[in-house]
């Protein structure tokens, strides 16, 4: 059976299964929370609701320009492998003649 953790995000508490998280679910909480805190403090928010809205809003910006940079640094990798590679053929054809 799964087992229950607790976790405290912008002073309420969530039970959540620890399997449902493939990282440590304590790190997500921290993270949602030191980011709820943030815009918390920007003023201006009137409910929790929209400081969740906006702290997933941010979130999601975060993490898509992560994996567009991820994308990027692959492309780039695998470039430089392509160069790599041709550069080890000429060599070899090189060690032939």
């Given amino acids: 059976m799964s087992e229950s ?6 002073g309420r508490s969530y039970n959540v299964k620890r399997d449902a998280f493939s990282v440590d ?15 918390s403090g920007a003023g201006g928010i009137s409910s929790t609701s929209d400081l969740a809205i906006l702290t997933a809003l941010n979130i999601a910006h975060e993490f898509l320009e992560n994996k567009q940079k991820a994308v990027e640094n692959n492309q780039m990798d695998e470039n430089r ?12 054809e090189n060690l032939k003649v």
Avoid at 5 to 10: D, P
Avoid at 25 to 39: D, G, I, R
């Fill in 5 to 10: 953790i607790k976790l405290n995000i912008y």
């Fill in 25 to 39: 679910p304590e790190e997500v909480a921290s993270l949602v929370n030191s980011k709820m805190q943030e815009l």
């Fill in 81 to 92: 492998i392509d160069t790599l590679i041709q550069t080890l053929e000429k060599s070899v």
